[in-house]
């Protein structure tokens, strides 16, 4: 049974930062590009940050660009996305993706 299961959303206020784990598990994890997407209130779901297979090519969201960092450790099978600078406009639902899998999702929101 493949699962995806987002972890280390929460309540941060502008300028802060939070990291967000995926850990994997039912398919072949290191084979497939992972993806992160955000679905904020009343928008549609858009990718945020997507790294290869083997890690070595990454590509962002311009509006995360030098504040968001993705990484993946296929030893354990997670992705991670570090959050840096954060914005109230960062504020949505986080969800992960790998082939046509999708994760449940993790709440980010971004207050004073």
């Known amino acids: 049974q493949v699962q995806l299961v987002e972890s280390g959303g929460g309540v941060v206020q502008p300028g802060g930062s939070l990291r967000l784990s995926c850990a994997a598990s039912?398919?072949?994890?290191?084979?497939?590009?992972m993806n992160w997407y955000r679905q904020a209130l009343g928008k549609e779901r858009e990718l945020v940050a997507q790294i290869s297979s083997g890690g070595g090519s990454t590509s962002y969201l311009d509006s995360v660009k030098g504040r968001f960092t993705i990484s993946r450790d296929n030893a354990k099978n997670t992705v991670y996305l570090q959050m840096n600078s954060l914005k109230v406009e960062d504020t949505a639902v986080y969800y992960c993706?790998?082939?046509?899998?999708w994760g449940q999702g993790t709440q980010v929101t971004v207050s004073s």
């Open positions: 993706r790998g082939s046509t899998y």
């Open positions: 039912g398919f072949t994890f290191s084979r497939y590009t």
